[in-house]
């Protein structure tokens, strides 16, 4: 038996992006001892890249903008698939929640009369995003960073111990949660710095991992986003909701090859600027599809109009949803009018003075001019789809952020599914974090303390398991004397796999070869070997996360091969448009084999079976929101007679 | 498309001590140091440590000594260097080396702690804050860290003294005083809390002698020294006379 460190906390937070500190903030102010493990050093999470703003309905620059403006928006973006409450408690509580941050010290661009400054985005009516310059998640997560350092400076001056009630466990991976019968129990973790294992026993968990873009060659996300957390709640018995809902975000670097899929904002659209094909010409306005027809503009005028007249004008549509964008783009390279490095044209520099580009997109001109010798204010940008975000996650209870069938188990942020449907607007990812990670937070928090003494005890023989788990690639398998797997390679032909099977336009025979080509890596995988020793060690670490990407990328290609249906995040080539009666599906993801044996190599039964199941009907006020009209170009037949 | 073959040093070891080791490596267009690193990695040496998370300069964690200067890897192209030139990566020499490329840079985290939060005017309630964007456009310069703390690397006081870290906040933390400071409706007055004092007593504000150093390395072309340090110096010079403020004052109007 192994000897490890265990500690004892009220509430562990796996994760310290936006979702992970927002909770954890939350749940130490309603007294819970909490605990912050994330794999990169504090502040550094992935949320610092986002870029636009944060989408709350606070009305600053457009007096019509409310909340119910605001939801209809993101049930339209979501194609009506949108766990609805979510997206009704999400466009309810926004407001409040960036208020909030400038109480803790957050300096967001103003408008003229002193108020907190809001952009225009993709598919939202009004200007409705909350940013400072391009840079919002930066001052987010400092601005979270902070005030866990505030309440830190709390506790010290009142115990002595920066950390008696709040502690942030940084450069530590969690590769199991631990549970008692159905119960959560706890977090098995390595410290990366040291290779030490070591055990967090709390009631509640709240995962707040982010996402899985790792597991596509083509991305704008970091080493972190590898579904750690969406791979940890599978594991622990929780469902997955509806992973076949990828993001794509239009707009990312395709060229030099190195920086390719490094994200360009959708603010560089939402301030004016404009897509072009290799003819000059602005294609969007052929992609406008019907159920978005009467919102945007039918001509350039009338899109450069809509600037500074947005009352009498319809919207560029530019500005549409990122999937119709994305998809638009794939189209006019494929049909072979690409720019040279294969994405078309962003141009801001016939749009916009100089000087405004570099007040107002400040990172993107230093992007651009660091690392592709392109100056924006002079010429236009290249760019393509990149994997950006995914839609699908842990199953959640709408209200407490409870990840479903697993008590003392939360998730929130982009780990957490349902919230954005079948696909996210831009600038509601970093509302969605502080909505639903306060809500996990002080749920979990909650429970917590509702059990008192009658908490999960971790037991032994569940440490030994995942301690030997996470130290078998040091003794990597090879039975006919082959030599270990290299899980740099492994990760390389996972990511090519992804990218071009269960990409941005799929097709049955592809998805059908990918769930092969990951079975086959599955078994690789089991023979990843590792040199060196346990500190700080890359090779290691990346040799665990494979797990972990396994299991996610099977969940996308197994929920994306099932759903015959194009819509949002997920387009099918051989069943290009929107079913109707699809909208009130989800598919759910759960582990074949609950005892944990991982390496099922059978790809038509894999590790992952899939569930259908039906959706709640929308609540009758909510659906009184939209015009019958829209409605019908929704909603299934049964749906619209209730 | 053009590809060659590129010499680079990589500082390899512990704790314990280490050495420079050289590698043979791929260089393609465009590649940046940090993919060549990460080259290694896949290819020479899968235990090499190193952090890095964005990729794209925004998240401050994959700072390092490039031939001898502290950069961010990720933001150095390989087209600044020459093919001939062999190109020498070491971890931050200010902070204690963990493994590789990746030190401890606890300090900067401790120093972090000592700063006092941001006090919220008690009159305001949440949605009522009103700012002008000039007034917020000072505080927002300093707010553009990404805590690459390559400042903290840079700055002498703290690179060749070990001794002066016990004192000394260093370039970013002095900022983030002055950035507080600078706060249209920051309360810390109200409650008993002299910011410019505290920079002066508590967080070595002194040891500064504007050297600019700092403002060099920053990635995110922040001007710490002349927007935040000397002013922060000059506000503070009504409560001790600083030589240095004088000085200060004259090298920032020749320039």
Known sequence: ?642 | MSSYEARFKVWRGDTEGGDLEDFKVEVNDGEVVLDIIHRLQATQAPDLAVRWNCKAGKCGSCSAEINGRPRLMCMTRMSVFSREETITVTPLRAFPVIRDLVTDVGFNYQKARQVPAFVPPKELGPGEYRMMQEDVDRSQEFRKCIECFLCQDTCHVVRDHEENKQAFAGPRFLMRVAELDMHPLDAAAESGLDRKATAQDEHGLGYCNITKCCTEVCPEGIKITDNALIPLKERAVDRKYDPLVWLGSKIRRRS
């Open chain 1, 1 to 642: 038996m192994s000897v490890v460190d265990r500690q004892e906390w009220d509430v562990v937070v796996v994760g310290a992006g936006g979702a992970g500190l927002r909770a954890a903030i939350e749940a130490r102010e309603r007294g819970a001892r909490t605990a912050v493990i994330c794999k990169s050093l504090f502040g550094k999470a992935h949320t610092v890249m986002a870029e636009g703003g944060i989408a709350a309905a606070m009305a600053n620059v457009n007096e019509h903008d409310n909340w119910q403006v605001h939801f209809r928006d993101t049930m339209r973006g979501g194609k009506f698939l949108n766990q609805w409450r979510m997206a009704e408690l999400h466009a309810r509580e926004a407001p409040d929640r960036v208020w909030e941050l400038e109480t803790w010290g957050a300096l967001f661009d103003r408008t003229k009369d002193g108020r907190i400054s809001q952009r225009n985005f993709g598919g939202h009516e009004y200007p409705r995003l909350a940013h400072v310059g391009d840079r919002t998640g930066l001052e987010l997560i400092r601005t979270l960073q902070q005030k866990i350092v505030s309440l830190q400076q709390e506790d010290f001056k009142e115990t002595g111990d920066y950390e008696s009630r709040l502690k942030v466990f940084q450069e530590c991976t969690v590769t199991r949660v631990l549970k008692q019968d159905e119960k959560v129990s706890g977090v098995f973790a390595y410290d990366r710095e040291t290779g030490r294992f070591f055990v967090l026993e709390a009631p509640a968990v709240v995962i707040a991992t982010g996402g899985i873009g790792k597991s596509f060659k083509v991305t704008s996300n970091s080493w972190e986003y590898t579904g750690d957390g969406h791979a940890l709640a599978l594991l622990a018995g929780a469902p997955l909701l509806n992973m076949e809902f990828v993001q794509f975000h239009p707009t990312g670097m395709v060229w030099p090859p190195s920086v390719k899929g490094i994200l360009v904002t959708e603010s560089v659209r939402g301030d004016g600027g404009v897509l072009r094909n290799s003819d000059g010409k602005r294609f969007m306005f052929d992609y406008v599809p019907d159920v978005f027809k009467e919102k945007y503009a039918e001509s350039e005028e009338e899109a450069d109009r809509w600037y500074d007249d947005p009352e009498n004008n319809r919207r560029p549509p530019e500005l549409l949803p990122r999937d119709e964008v994305a998809r638009a783009i794939n189209s006019e390279v494929k049909a072979g009018r690409g720019s040279p490095h294969g994405g078309v044209f962003l141009d801001v520099s016939t749009r916009m003075p100089a000087e405004v580009i570099k007040r107002r997109l400040p990172s993107m001109y230093h992007q651009f001019k660091e690392l592709a010798d392109v100056d924006i204010t002079a010429e236009a940008m290249e760019v393509g789809p990149t994997c950006h975000y995914v839609m699908g996650g842990i199953a959640v209870d709408s209200d407490s952020a409870a990840a479903r069938g697993v008590p003392g188990l939360f998730a929130a942020g982009e780990v957490a599914g349902g919230m954005h449907g079948s696909n996210r607007l831009g600038g509601n990812s970093l509302s969605d974090l502080l909505v639903f990670g306060r809500r996990a937070g002080w749920h979990a928090a909650e429970y917590s303390a509702g059990l008192a003494g009658g908490r999960p005890v971790v037991e032994d023989a569940q440490i030994d398991a995942a301690a030997a788990e996470a130290l078998r690639p040091f003794s990597a398998e090879s039975p006919d004397e082959a030599a270990p797997e290299n899980p740099y390679t492994l990760h390389q032909e996972l990511q090519q796999t992804m990218n071009d099977l269960v990409g941005i336009i799929r097709r049955e025979g592809e998805m059908a070869h990918a769930l092969e080509k990951l079975a086959e890596l599955r078994v690789r995988a089991r023979r990843a070997g590792v040199e060196g020793h346990r500190q700080f060690n890359p090779g290691w670490h990346l040799a665990l996360d494979l797990r972990n990407m396994l299991l996610v990328s099977e969940c996308v290609a197994r929920a994306a091969l099932e759903r015959t249906e194009s819509r949002g995040g997920h387009t099918r080539e051989d069943h290009p448009t929107m079913e109707r009666s699809w909208r009130n599906v989800n598919l759910l993801c759960r582990l074949a084999d609950p005892t944990g044996g991982l390496a099922a190599t059978d790809p038509e039964r894999g590790q992952i079976d899939l569930v259908r199941e039906t959706t709640e009907p929308i609540r009758p006020d909510l659906l009184a929101l939209f015009d019958k009209e829209e409605l019908v170009k929704y909603l299934a037949e049964e749906e619209l007679y209730e």
